[in-house]
């Protein structure tokens, strides 16, 4: 006999935690009827957080201040260029969205591996070869914040959580406009003038684009102006592009500069 096919009804979907997926699997072996489950990854992330910063004590006089709520606004501390020295202050000021950029690359054929997030090196010692893998993560909030950091540890995720607390620290401002600030109206959307930035031996040259251009830059600085807030743009790089962790460095070094122009 043929089997009749069934659609999935929207209305049927529920949504459930890990915890409550073991049980409705031990179920599925007795046999029971179930209803398909959408589960929640983020939900043990969040709580884990929120944990972090109810268990923290502050060290410095900053992060006292903003844990009596003396400080509220991240803008504040970032114009009067006071350094952040634990991460937990951008955390209880600000939404924070997280990446990892591509900087290593897996083993091909004729240097044509697949692009990773973990760059595997080694270290000749007396002992034989020693193994560190280190990342770059990006944060922002989609809303004028955003930060770059770098990690590198023996296992890969000591270095991803090197790499997220490095760029929280390094989180800065990012000055946002329109491409025809007297036709333009809405929220901005891109950057407000033309701004040249520089890592190693990558130039790059980010340039206000009209709404509705999209991101027209190269693959992982999509990454870094989507998490800034930036929707349109336009971009001309020079020098070894293929080298992410100096184009990254060029594009936020070009984004910096946003800030400390109006400053000026």
Not at 30 to 53: A, F, R, Y
Not at 236 to 262: E, I, P, Q, Y
Request: one cysteine or more; aromatic letters at 4%; glycine letters at 10%.
């Amino acid at each position: 006999m043929a089997e009749k096919e069934t659609k999935n009804n929207p209305k049927d979907m529920i949504e459930a935690t890990p915890e409550e997926v073991i049980e409705l699997i031990k179920d599925i072996q007795t046999g029971e009827e179930l209803k398909e489950v959408s589960i929640k990854p983020d939900m043990g992330i969040v709580s884990e957080q929120k944990e972090s910063l109810n268990s923290w004590t502050p060290k410095t006089q900053l992060g006292r201040d903003v844990k009596t709520k003396k400080v509220k606004d991240l803008d504040e501390v970032l114009e009067k260029r006071k350094k952040i020295l634990e991460a937990e202050i951008v955390d209880s000021l600000v939404n924070l969205e997280s990446d990892l950029l591509l900087i290593g690359q897996a083993k091909g054929k004729f240097g044509g591996g697949k692009r990773r997030a973990w760059r595997q090196t080694q270290k000749k010692t007396m002992e034989g070869n020693v193994i560190s893998f280190s990342t770059m993560a990006v944060v922002g909030d989609r809303e004028g914040h955003v930060g770059i950091g770098f990690g590198k540890a023996k296992e890969t995720l000591p270095a991803r959580d090197k790499a997220m607390r490095n760029a929280k620290l390094n989180i800065m401002k990012v000055k946002r406009g329109f491409e025809n600030p007297f036709e333009d109206k809405g929220e901005p959307h891109t950057i407000p003038f033309k701004v040249n930035g520089k890592c190693g031996g990558v130039r790059i040259t980010l340039i206000p684009a009209p709404r509705g251009t999209g991101l027209v830059v190269a693959g992982e600085c999509r990454k870094i102006l989507k998490l800034a807030g930036i929707k349109d743009i336009y971009s001309k790089s020079m020098g070894g592009t293929r080298t992410t962790f100096n184009l990254a460095g060029a594009c936020v070094d070009a984004l910096s500069k946003t800030t400390k122009m109006v400053m000026k």
